[in-house]
């Protein structure tokens, strides 16, 4: 019977052992290879790409055009159909929301 338990006892351990290296990895395989020394060759071909490369200038530096700045900053959102669609959505939502706290088929015990 003591060697029943004691190769029970040794699975279990080399059981338990396998499950931690594979859960943890050891911190050398973790670390990973470090990274390139080539970040200055890196800067200077981005350097050279700016420099060579000539962008297109557009109305705004954001690409809005002004029409739609002032349909953005129009402080009429919710009048709008959009806004009032958003509303629509939001109280749907809430009322849903209420709806099923109050309607809860599980009651816990501990309230």
């Given at each position: 019977m003591n060697c029943h338990v004691r190769t029970r006892r040794?699975?279990?351990c080399v059981l338990?052992?396998?499950l931690v290296l594979a859960a943890v990895p050891p911190p050398v395989l973790a670390e990973g290879p470090s990274p390139p020394a080539a970040k200055s060759a890196l800067q200077a071909s981005v350097q050279k790409i700016v420099a060579t490369t000539k962008l297109a200038q557009s109305q705004s530096p954001s690409g809005?055009?002004?029409a739609?700045?002032?349909k953005l900053a129009s402080p009429s959102f919710f009048k709008s159909k959009v806004g009032i669609t958003v509303i629509a959505v939001m109280a749907v939502g809430t009322g849903y929301a209420l709806y099923s706290t109050?309607?809860?088929r599980i009651h816990s015990q501990a309230r």
């Open positions: 040794l699975f279990l338990a052992l396998a809005v055009s002004q739609d700045r002032e109050k309607h809860d």
